[in-house]
């Protein structure tokens, strides 16, 4: 029964570069988020998607950044152009139908970690 | 606007000491808080979900209260041991729903 996983674990970009982080839910789970952090803060609510849909992007950068979650394979968090700024953990969780409103926990991956240089 | 705070920011004790973790919130208004552990370099590990109706919530040696009406949870660490070594952070969801609101967490270190 494995958990959310998210790949790659690490990754290094050049500025200008595009980086793409893999998020694979729990099975049976049909709801993903997608969380920055910034070294030194607190994890920052970036988007929430469905299949096929995205629900929420209120906490996504309007420019450069996107995401998307088919009906088949996994989420994909896209980054474009990356600068500095970018370099960042980001998390991504996911829930059963309900989510945390009915109390059910959010489960989270181990995030990957972009370091633009 | 929601806010979570979380004090102290860094904890060092020696094992064996009982401790307490702070975090507040502004909005009252919440439908649960929860707690979790993040491992340097790892994600994050639900330790305890408080639903607002609830007062306290426990498992092992931890211990997770809410007083809603002052804003604040506190997370009880019993006896406490050097794998209790990591950072906590609370967090609230923003309305009734799956975005939440994360404190910047309590880096605690546990000397043996």
């Known amino acids: 029964n494995a958990g959310v996983m998210q790949n790659p674990r690490h990754l290094v970009r050049r500025r200008g570069q595009e980086a793409r982080l893999r998020c694979s839910p729990m099975k049976g789970h049909s709801h993903v988020y997608w969380y920055r952090q910034l070294p030194e803060e607190g994890l920052k609510f970036m988007v929430y998607l469905q299949k096929e849909n995205i629900i929420d992007e209120s906490g996504m950068p309007k420019e450069r950044f996107s995401a998307e979650f088919p009906k088949e394979g996994p989420s994909i968090l896209r980054i474009q152009q990356v600068v500095r700024g970018d370099s960042a953990a980001y998390f991504c969780?996911?829930?059963?139908?309900?989510?945390?409103?009915?109390?059910?926990?959010?489960?989270f991956g181990e995030g990957s970690w972009l370091t633009v240089v | 606007k929601q806010e979570v705070t979380q004090i102290p920011a860094a904890l060092s004790v020696p094992e064996g000491e009982n401790l307490v973790l702070n975090c507040s919130f502004t909005?009252?208004?919440?439908?649960?808080l929860q707690w979790f552990r993040q491992d340097p370099g790892k994600g994050l590990t639900s330790l305890l979900l408080i639903q607002s109706s609830q007062r306290e919530q426990t498992s092992g040696r931890l211990n997770a209260s809410l007083d809603k009406s002052s804003g604040r949870s506190t997370l009880y660490i019993a006896a406490s041991q050097p794998g209790d070594s990591a950072t906590y952070l609370c967090?609230?969801?923003?309305?009734?729903?799956?975005?939440?609101?994360f404190g910047s967490g309590t880096r605690l270190l546990v000397r043996p």
């Open positions: 967090a609230v969801p923003m309305d009734s729903s799956y975005k939440l609101i």
């Open positions: 909005d009252s208004a919440i439908y649960n």
């Open positions: 969780a996911s829930s059963p139908e309900t989510g945390t409103y009915s109390g059910n926990t959010i489960y």
